[in-house]
């Protein structure tokens, strides 16, 4: 994941299992996540399961993409292919 990002969510992410029906992935080699929420959203949060505050947000059920941020998180995520 790339971007200029507040908090500083960047870098590499890894498959780490399933969360609600798909699969979500942990920053190495700390807490970061990007997660699918069950309905129709990506977010990428501190803690899994739980977004807002400091978090970003995609509405697509496409992982990869732009993802907005929830203040108090600042700048736009992207997550690629090999990066998520």
């Avoid at 969510?9 to 029906?21: F, K, L, P, R, V």
């Amino acid at each position: 994941m790339t971007g200029d990002l507040t908090p500083d969510a960047t870098g590499t992410y890894e498959n780490a299992g399933e969360y609600s029906g798909k699969r979500y992935y942990q920053r190495v080699p700390d807490d970061w996540f990007i997660w699918w929420d069950g309905d129709d959203a990506w977010t990428i949060s501190a803690e899994l399961g739980i977004g807002p505050p400091n978090s970003w947000l995609r509405i697509d059920p496409d992982i990869e993409g732009l993802y907005l941020p929830i203040l108090p998180a600042t700048g736009d995520a992207t997550v690629t292919a090999g990066e998520h």
